[in-house]
């Protein structure tokens, strides 16, 4: 039989790690807004025997045997998909967000075409075009940019932009954008310059199955996005589109960019779809949605400033410099970690500091909202934010606020006490 030592006798060393990042996840406020607490459940799926299946191809279409289990659960993910976003055809296979997105940049365009994005420094991700990415290195990105004054996407800049470089394809969705994104306004565009419309909802696409962002699916010819964010499903990678383009789609993904389905983790897309198409869920995304607003008004409050005024989704970024002109993303992130908060440093728009200084960060609800916190928490939560970072250089109050945090984050913890996602 297969050696069945737990992990703890295994290998201690690795077993202790495990149990430290645990601890750090239970005793800190998670405020990244790309990351999530995934259920029990959730890790039993993903940490199952399918680890063991090698399953290339697609279901009734293998080059395996033993593949009569695989193909059921596959299907049983890819029609829940289907039933809760409404998409024609969806593809559970890649690895992750950026793999989603290679692959369907690659089914429908050639390399060297033209792709109109969001611009990287305003809300984009590194697969939209950054010139050290796959994207920026294959395809010929234009870009489009904020309203300098509303911090909002600017349509007449994304019409006329368009309308000049005839992109073949059109992206819209970010990784630091906190308004809602009015897909019409980006249909009608692609139409009028004949080019394929891309929704990345990789942060939104929990907002999105819960009813608590607008759905692209009426709009979009492809959509890409990640499971492990606001959806809280396993670390993975999911593509819907018309029928039309699923056969690109599906020998995109495989053969062409990828190998072996990861089919324990396909198992955690079939039952986060399920949690998903939950009452609960929906609750819950609307929750995390009025958790960040209430945060947000809470910072803008006590003096921060909001990028674009505020936020309708699950983040929002805070321009430091309404705090303290010398204070950098990069001090306040690494601060605030030491004092309980853990969250990212982030450029905000026409930020005069570099990407790896920057003079915002970027705050995310999902994972607090997980834990439990409603909106007193918010408000807790975003005045000691704002008192943390002015008073950064007195150590007595310091005392009094770290203390705060610790509060909150036992109140509102990840997971049981020992809880490491293993039997
Ligand atoms: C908009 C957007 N697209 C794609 C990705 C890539 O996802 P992954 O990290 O799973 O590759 C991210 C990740 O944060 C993202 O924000």
Known sequence: MTDMTPLA??????AAMIA?????????????????????????ASGSVLANKYSEGYPGRRYYEGCA??????????????SLFGADHVNVQPHSGSQANMAAYLAVLEPGDTILGMRLDQGGHLTHGSPVNFSGQLFNFVAYGLDDETEQIDFD?????????????????????SRLIDWSQFRAIADEV?????????HIIGLIAGGAHPSPVPYADIITA????????PRGGLIMCRDEHAEVIDKAVFPYAQGGPINHQIAGKALCFKQAATPEFSTYAHQVVRNASVLADAMAGAGARIVSGGTDNHMFLTDLRSIDE????????????EMGITLNRNSIPSDPRSAFVTSGVRI???????????????VTLGNAIVELLRKRNEPTTLQHLRARVAELAAEFPAYPVDFVGYV
């Open 326 to 337: 010398d204070l950098t993303g990069m001090e306040a992130a690494s601060f605030l970690d």
């Open 157 to 177: 800049n994304v019409r006329a932009i368009a309308h000049e470089h005839k992109p073949k394809m059109i992206i819209a969705g970010y990784s630091a954008y």
């Open 194 to 202: 004949g080019a394929l419309l891309l929704v990345d909802a990789a």
């Open 69 to 82: 289990v695989i193909d059921e659960i596959e299907s049983l993910a890819i029609d829940r998909a289907k």
């Open 20 to 44: 430290k990042d645990a601890d750090r996840q239970r005793s800190n406020l998670q405020l990244i807004a790309s990351e999530n607490f995934v259920s029990r459940a959730m890790m039993q």
């Open 9 to 14: 006798e295994a290998d201690p060393t690795l």
């Open 364 to 378: 995310g609800t999902p994972s607090v909202t997980t834990a439990g916190m409603k909106q007193e928490q918010m």
């Open 226 to 233: 990640t499971t492990h964010k606001a959806l809280r499903g």
